[in-house]
């Protein structure tokens, strides 16, 4: 099988279910910065040693494919005819609430923020901040199609808490290889 299909030369490309829509619509976007945001997660892996955050970045990997494809099938395609789902698998509250308890794991760890953090505290924790910032901007894309259709509320659920985690996670790597936030403070100016 090759890769190359010549079928979206025209700038269109085939969604989940076969629809055929513009490269440039709102849903491709949606699930092409997802795409991103998981490559993004990539690099960041390759500046982590610690198992456990690596383990917790393969499964958050995982399911940004869960989000992708979601985000990839229109709402009406995504039962079959026979009433079956056509995805194996669809995010659920169980992901979103084990980012939330890997948070609160690292938060213990962390002093109280008192001021907005500069994107920094060395080369992992920055390419962190670099997902973060990617992270939100698909949570926007995904809140933008849920403007013109249906978008299943976890997914952006979902987004908005990932973005959350990585920040947590940039602040919490960056302390455990010691190294320094930087603040935004506006009395320092």
């Known amino acids: 099988m090759k890769i190359y299909t010549k079928t979206g030369d025209k700038g269109e490309t085939a969604l989940y279910?076969?629809?055929r829509v513009s490269k440039a619509s709102a849903r491709v976007e949606s699930y092409g910065t997802i795409d991103e945001l998981n490559s993004f997660i990539g690099?960041?892996?390759c500046e982590i040693i610690e198992e456990e955050i690596l383990n917790q970045?393969?499964?958050?990997?995982?399911?940004?494919?869960t989000v992708g494809s979601e985000s990839a099938t229109?709402?009406?395609?995504?039962?079959l005819a026979n009433g079956k789902s056509r995805l194996a698998l669809m995010i659920t509250?169980?992901?979103?609430?084990e980012l939330e308890n890997w948070m609160d794991a690292f938060e213990k760890e962390l002093e109280p923020l008192q001021y907005f953090i500069l994107p920094g505290g060395g080369k992992s924790a920055t390419t962190l901040h670099v997902c973060r910032t990617v992270c939100r901007r698909a949570e926007r894309s995904l809140v933008f199609l849920g403007e013109s259709?249906?978008?299943?509320?976890?997914?952006?659920k979902y987004l908005?808490?990932?973005s959350d985690y990585l920040f947590v996670l940039a602040r919490y790597v960056s302390k455990i290889n010691g190294e320094t936030e930087e603040y935004w403070n506006p009395n320092d100016r």
């Open 17 to 19: 279910g076969g629809t």
């Open 43 to 45: 690099v960041a892996k």
């Open 57 to 65: 970045l393969r499964k958050i990997q995982f399911d940004l494919f």
């Open 74 to 79: 229109p709402t009406d395609k995504l039962t």
């Open 93 to 97: 509250d169980k992901e979103i609430e």
């Open 149 to 156: 259709e249906e978008v299943r509320p976890e997914l952006i």
């Open 160 to 162: 908005n808490r990932l």
